[in-house]
């Protein structure tokens, strides 16, 4: 069963609080790159993978998506993406995301916003999402970026020349990281580049778009705490095409 | 014009004392990996980009290729490859890797080991390999791993548990990188993964293989100076078809 870190009282709430819970998409600052990998979603019948308070599920509506199924493991988190819309295109369902039972190629379009890097079970959800998709149907994701996953002791430290630099360790060495966050003791799930890329080649992905995340200049500007995420790229996007 | 540091006297007489000057393929650590992704080798005409010595298109020919091209900048190294064989099916040339006069549609294999990351002008180099193979014909090389490349004070540093850390600074920002190096200074290009990529599929190459390679538990054991290599890859090693 996947990790639920999400049903823990004080975590959820905590999390509830920050900018992305609270703004939706236009609080997290990779959105607009992720978007840029979208299909046309117009008429497209769209999975959501992880969805959390359903923020994507209804601006895929909002977009003119078919029709949304939103699965997450939290029911807390589907508590909240149930009470914010009465949109009856717009299904919800709790779901272990290392085997999910879902619809065989009933979707054009699935998408997943900082899930995959909690599953230990990676093979298994992506074949599901492959049987999932219709041929040449698309998978848009964000995981944590391998280099930021990594450490056992995640870190900056100070070079050589006295600047900030992100302690990598452990690289090659695929499998769990628990960190602190949010007040939790979180276990993510740390793969390589090459890890990741195989996994998706495995289930029959055809990689289409790899972009490695960090804040944009203007973006590090308003928000000087973020300093140091211009060196190295916080998250990995992708676009697959099921073949 | 590619850097020509191997034409240089003292760093080429540094480089001739290196394991793999010496033992040439034996020599390599990551040799055993990359031969892994080769495709067939008996009758194969293969092109061998900074072919350095000689030494794998020597390999090439006693594996059964019909024929070999060894190109490189370096006059040096082409005097030391030509000393080395009397074969008539190897040929050596000189040529600016950055914009290389390659006859079209001439090559099963295009080999390179640890010469792309010098190249500024990857984009125009990675067409004429394009346009030199057959449609089919196969991209096999290593290059220096974009989390080797990234520092601009590259070292270890020790992370909050007293581990050694491989510093990363300045990921994203592609381009050159001077590193002290058998006694010179070396400029070599930084690429991020995505950008690695990218360039491959731009000039019409499809992935099929990619590893990220550090020595084996093994190798570590025999050379203990390299501890702290096997936390981070030093080579990125890939094998791509052309379209």
């Given at each position: 069963?996947t990790q ?9 709430a ?18 607009p790159?992720?978007r840029a ?12 993978v ?7 599920s ?8 078919a029709?949304v199924?939103?699965?997450d ?7 909240g993406?149930?009470?914010?819309t ?7 369902a ?12 009933a979707f ?11 599953i230990a079970g990676?093979?298994g959800?992506?074949?599901?999402l492959?049987?999932?998709l ?8 964000s995981?944590?970026h391998?280099i930021?996953t990594a ?18 360790t452990?690289?090659?060495d695929e499998?769990?990281?628990?960190v602190?966050w ?9 793969r ?25 200049p203007?973006?590090?500007?308003a928000h ?8 190295v ?11």
């Amino acid at each position: 069963m996947t990790q639920n870190i999400y049903d823990d009282p004080d975590f959820h709430a905590a999390y509830l609080r920050l900018p992305r819970s609270v703004e939706g998409l236009e609080g997290a600052p990779e959105w607009p790159s992720l978007r840029a990998m979208l299909p046309p979603v117009p008429g497209a019948r769209v999975l959501d993978v992880g969805c959390g308070l359903g923020w994507f599920s209804r601006w895929a509506r909002q977009a003119g998506a078919a029709s949304v199924l939103g699965v997450d493991v939290s029911a807390r988190m589907l508590a909240g993406a149930r009470a914010a819309t009465a949109d009856p295109a717009i299904t919800y369902a709790q779901a272990d995301l290392e085997q999910p039972d879902l619809p065989v190629a009933a979707f054009d379009l699935a998408y997943s916003s900082l899930a995959l890097h909690y599953i230990a079970g990676l093979d298994g959800l992506l074949a599901a999402l492959a049987r999932s998709l219709v041929a040449g149907g698309m998978l848009v994701a964000s995981v944590e970026h391998p280099i930021w996953t990594a450490p056992a002791a995640p870190g900056w430290l100070t070079d050589a020349a006295g600047q900030p630099a992100w302690g990598v360790t452990c690289y090659l060495d695929e499998g769990p990281r628990a960190v602190d966050w949010l007040g939790a003791r979180v276990v993510k799930q740390h793969r390589t580049m090459s890890g990741w890329l195989a996994a998706l080649a495995q289930a029959g992905f055809n990689l289409t778009r790899l972009e490695e995340w960090a804040p944009s200049p203007a973006q590090l500007a308003a928000h000087p705490e973020w300093v140091n995420a211009g060196q190295v790229p916080n998250f990995l996007l992708f676009a697959a095409r099921r073949g």
